[in-house]
Every structure is written in C-alpha cells, then in structure tokens.
C-alpha cells in the first residue's frame, strides 16, 4: 500500500525539520530534477521496469513532501519528454496510467498540503482522460499558496523554444510587436516557467551527465548535482546531500568572487 501524496501515514512524517547541517537562508528557490534510473533498478531488483516506474512514484511523493517542509518554494521534475514516446509501447501506456492514477488518488491530498500543481508541455497530446484529470487537479490547486509543483509531462525545452519564438513571431506579423523590443525578459514571459524563478539547482540521478533537452533556457545558471543513486532509491539523505553540495557552491553568474575581485 502506497502511503498518500503528502500526507503521511503516521506523524513523524509531518513537518520534517530542516536538517542542522543545512543553512536555511542559503536554500535553492527552485529545484529542478531528472529522475532517472527507474529501470535501471528493477532490473537490479529483476522485476518488470514498470515496478521502477512505481516505486519512482513513492520517491518523488517523499521528495516533494521534504521540499515542502523545507521551505523549498518551486519543485519541478521531468516526468515525460517528448522523446519517451518512443519507448515500447507497453512502456508508455503504463506511464500514461500511472499518471492517471497518481493524479486520482492524490490530488486530494496534495490540495490539502497546500501544493498548487502545474504540468508544462504539450497537455493535449495526452490522452484524453489525462488531459481531464490534469486540468481538475490545475484548477483544484490554483490558488493554493504553498510548494508550486511542476510536473513536466510531453516536454521538451528544445519544443518550448520554439514556440516561444512563434508567439512573438506572431505577434510581430501582427503588427503588435516591434521586433527591436525582443529581449530575454520578453522571451522568458514566453516560456511556460513564465510564473516561476529559474531553478538554482537541477538533481540528475543514476549517473547521467546530460541536460536531455529539459528546461535549457531555465537552467543557464543553476547549479548540477549529479548522483549515482537510482532515482527510487533517492531519499531524504539524498535530498539533503543535493542541498549541502548546493550550499558549498559559489554562484557567481558569469562574474567573479568578492575574493577574487578584491585581488585585482
Ligand atoms: C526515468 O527512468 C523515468 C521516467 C521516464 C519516468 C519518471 C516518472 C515517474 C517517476 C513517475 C512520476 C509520476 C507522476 C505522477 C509525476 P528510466 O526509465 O529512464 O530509467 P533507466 O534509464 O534506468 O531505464
């Protein structure tokens, strides 16, 4: 039995503290991740990937659980690309039902925590009944004010530019834009993370070094924390090794250190 979304079965899981070793004035606003590995570790365990896909599912429940009581204000994590479609068939039915189910099951919860719920890409070329569910559970959360969760789903950053530049390639043939007005605040108002600051760190499990076509304008800046663990076995010492590697980081943005500056 899976325990709910957010909700846990008994109290020790509500409000988790942030760990001691974490400074809560240097936290990532907005984390970003791949979750990777899920079939890796079935085949470890020898059961069928779809039991990886599920207990995926029980990973990214207490991932988001733990953002939340830590104060984390945007999680976004890529859940479908545009390129898994060509996984086997069998594959992509499962994940589709999965979805299905997950949102049915646990939107009441989520609502209940607070969590206000988006999903970026293209939504309609998702099943139907999906497409209903994701709606229900957008408009159901709207106004909520705690964790925005981003579940990206048929989303593809290279897809997200391109549209971005037919919109205002529109507007210009239009006649409503002047094309010398176009700039990256322009362009970024575009993007469907229009609502949300950048991520400052993107979590990528099982080793992978790879952007994969997720987020690509969003994550100039942010930081990359690659871990070698699957993404079902990711938990809150996972998480929270994510956030000291974060915190051990100097973000400089294209410029340089106070230090070095002094140096000069
Ligand atoms: C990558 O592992 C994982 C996916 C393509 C699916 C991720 C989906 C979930 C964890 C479920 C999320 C559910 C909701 C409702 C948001 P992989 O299959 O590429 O693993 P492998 O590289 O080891 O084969």
Sequence with gaps: MTTPFIVGSNNESFN????????????????????DGNGRWAKI?????AMGHSAGVDALKSTLRLCSDWGIKVLTVYAFSTENWSRPKEEVNFLMKLFESVLKKEIEYLNIEDVRINFLGDLDELPARLQDLINQAINLTRNNTGINFNVCTN???RRELVL??????????????????????LFEKELLTSNYVDPDLLIRTSGEKRLSNFLLWQLAYAEIHVTDTLWPDFNEESLRNALLDYQSRRRRFGGLDNAVKDQL
Excluded at 45 to 49: E, G, H, V, Y
Excluded at 165 to 185: F, Q, T
């Design 16 to 35: 988790k503290a942030l760990p001691a070793s974490l400074d809560e004035n240097r936290l990532p606003k907005h984390i970003a991740i791949i979750m």
């Design 45 to 49: 365990k020898k059961l069928p990937r």
């Design 155 to 157: 989303y593809g950053g």
């Design 164 to 185: 971005a530049a037919k919109k205002l390639a529109n507007r210009v043939a239009e006649g409503k834009l002047d094309p010398s007005l176009i700039d990256e605040n």
